[in-house]
Nanobody
Framework: QVQLVESGGGLVQPGGSLRLSCAAS????????MSWYRQAPGRDRELVAV????????TAVASVKGRFTISRDNAENTVYLQMNSLKPEDTAVYYC?????????WGQGTQVTVSS
């Protein structure tokens, strides 16, 4: 059974950092592109970052370029989102997403709140 479990969210002051984790089970994260999305109140869910199977990373939202980094630990079967220099506009629920050969899967989400 495929499962994605996010953790690491919380309340942080502007300029602070958080690292989100997405622990996967039921499939191997190194075999598929993995993504992070976010959804702020009253807004559509948006793609934040993607890590392809070939390595490297891509940040899809211009506003997070240079601040957010997606990475993968194959031994832990976990995907991370390192978020630095956080801004109030980064406040959202962050979701992990996988599109495997058997379907598409979302985690339950983790809340990130950036506020002083």
């Amino acid at each position: 059974q495929v499962q994605l479990v996010e953790s690491g969210g919380g309340l942080v002051q502007p300029g602070g950092s958080l690292r989100l984790s997405c622990a996967a089970s039921g499939f191997t994260v190194s075999s598929y592109a993995m993504s992070w999305y976010r959804q702020a109140p009253g807004r559509d869910r948006e793609l934040v970052a993607v890590i392809p199977t070939t390595g490297g990373s891509t940040t899809a939202v211009a506003s997070v370029k240079g601040r957010f980094t997606i990475s993968r630990d194959n031994a832990e079967n976990t995907v991370y989102l390192q978020m630095n220099s956080l801004k109030p506009e980064d406040t959202a629920v962050y979701y992990c997403y996988a599109h495997t050969g058997h379907g598409t899967y979302w985690g339950q989400g983790t809340q990130v709140t950036v506020s002083s």
